[in-house]
């Protein structure tokens, strides 16, 4: 089975900002073809944690024997824009797309979150149920391998989001959610975000969770 992980932002974005600021439609409206992203207080950026976890997760997944695409190549690049990210998974008739981020939220709050896509009639109604399935699983995984409270600075505190101004979801022909795996914000967060063990321990889990999902697809 095929999976595409995307790990947001690159290493090279804030450079070329005539790239990344050009405005795509993501289908619900027009944005900012590629973001930044994040960072710790000591200055490791979100783009460096992604493509970390990003290929820890992708040398899980080949080795139980997925074929595995990721949407870049390095973290010394700039992006792709958020279209051609969906556009990879849809071209390659992904069975599950995974969008591998950590977040910028309040220094007070802490944890994770996995973000689904709205129902959104011709956009996302298709992949909005088994993008959900996915979802659900992936939290679960993720809450058992790392400890991670689900992200306390959220309304629900369940640990997932609906959003419909993601383009990466918004585009998307096939399964996938974002996972916003700690957020850098938080000092007790970012400790362990910068901690190799357990950039390892997230990989397992996403992984985890992503098997889990395509097992109960292919049954």
């Not at 970390?52 to 595995?68: E, F, H, K, P």
């Amino acid at each position: 089975m095929t999976v595409v992980i995307d790990p947001g932002h690159n290493g090279n974005d804030g450079n070329h900002p005539e790239i990344v600021n050009r405005l795509v439609n993501i289908g619900t409206k027009m944005k900012a073809c590629e973001t930044t992203g994040t960072a710790t207080a000591s200055g490791y950026s979100e783009a460096a944690y992604n493509w970390d976890v990003a290929l820890r997760t992708v040398r899980l997944l080949r080795s139980s024997g997925a074929r595995v695409i990721l949407t870049r190549q390095s973290n010394a690049g700039v992006g792709p824009c958020i279209n051609e990210r969906a556009a990879i998974g849809n071209r390659t008739h992904a069975d599950a797309a995974v969008s591998i981020h950590a977040d910028g939220g309040p220094t007070s709050g802490r944890g994770f979150h996995v973000i689904l896509p709205l129902s959104t009639r011709g956009i996302t109604d298709d992949i909005a149920g088994p993008s959900r399935r996915l979802g659900l699983v992936l939290r679960d995984a993720y809450k058992r391998g790392t400890d991670l409270p689900y992200a306390t600075y959220l309304g629900d505190g369940k640990g997932l989001t609906i959003r419909d101004d993601l383009g990466g979801l918004n585009l998307s022909d096939v399964p996938k959610v974002f996972i916003e795996t700690g957020n850098m914000n938080s000092p007790t967060d970012a400790a362990l975000l910068e901690s190799s063990g357990f950039r390892q321990r997230a990989a397992n889990a996403i992984a985890l969770g992503i098997g889990t999902f395509l097992r109960a697809t292919r049954n």
